[in-house]
Antibody, heavy 121, light 110 residues
Framework: EVQLVESGGGLVQPGRSLRLSCEASGFTFDDYVMHWVRQAPGKGLEWVSSISWNSDYIGYADSVRGRFTISRDNTKNSLYLQMNSLRAEDTALFYC??????????????WGRGTLVSVSS | QSALTQPRSVSGSPGQSVIISCTGTSSDVGGYNYVSWYQQHPGKAPKLMIYDVSKRPSGVPNRFSGSKSGNTASLAISGLQAEDEADYYCFSYAGSYAMSFGGGTKVTVL
């Protein structure tokens, strides 16, 4: 079955760190760009970061650049998001998503169910 | 990076047509044919409805169509049905490996 399964979300205090993971199955993971997209409660979708098939091309939203780091391990079919210096405004459902090509362009054709990150003291 | 601009809401009666606009700049919507549209029902993950401005994935009804003129892309829904009531988001490549979503449009079927 083609799917993406996120994990690693939870409640964390402001200023602390959290690492999200996404395990892919059912497709050739290292052929495709991967994305993180988040959605704050009751709000719209926000693109967070993208990483090309070979990790050579990476993009970040201005709101997370310098605090978040995207990475992938193609041997484990896994995508990661290291989130440091978390803020209350980072509270959101974080989706792992698969792109349609190998580099950060194009569209998203597969979404996970999301993992919830809550930043609060 | 700035969010692409969409109307907050549009509405129509069953059978009618609605159009959702997505306005960006020459650095995103206007600069590339990489605009896609997603439908999201409450509590669900988004679903791809249109990609590369006007292409429809298999399984998406032909009531959904996309287009672009200059810096504005549009999603049209004809023959509106109750199940079309949802939030819709545009998404575009914005250069330098960055991407951007629109703020979202709530479609209400009256």
């Amino acid at each position: 079955e083609v799917q993406l399964v996120e994990s690693g979300g939870g409640l964390v205090q402001p200023g602390r760190s959290l690492r999200l993971s996404c395990e892919a199955s059912g497709f050739t993971f290292d052929d495709y760009v991967m994305h993180w997209v988040r959605q704050a409660p009751g709000k719209g979708l926000e693109w967070v970061s993208s990483i090309s098939w070979n990790s050579d091309y990476i993009g970040y939203a201005d709101s997370v650049r310098g605090r978040f780091t995207i990475s992938r391990d193609n041997t484990k079919n896994s995508l990661y998001l290291q989130m440091n210096s978390l803020r209350a405004e980072d509270t959101a459902l974080f989706y792992c998503a698969k792109g349609d090509r190998s580099v950060p362009m194009g569209y998203i054709d597969l979404w996970g169910r999301g993992t919830l990150v809550s930043v609060s003291s | 990076q700035s969010a692409l601009t969409q109307p907050r809401s549009v509405s129509g009666s069953p059978g009618q047509s609605v159009i959702i606009s997505c306005t960006g700049t020459s650095s995103d919507v206007g600069g590339y044919n990489y605009v896609s549209w997603y439908q999201q029902h409450p509590g669900k993950a988004p679903k791809l409805m249109i990609y590369d401005v006007s292409k429809r994935p298999s399984g998406v009804p032909n009531r959904f169509s996309g287009s672009k003129s200059g810096n504005t892309a549009s999603l049209a829904i004809s023959g509106l049905q109750a199940e079309d009531e949802a939030d819709y988001y545009c998404f575009s490549y914005a250069g330098s490996y960055a991407m951007s979503f629109g703020g979202g449009t709530k479609v209400t079927v009256l």
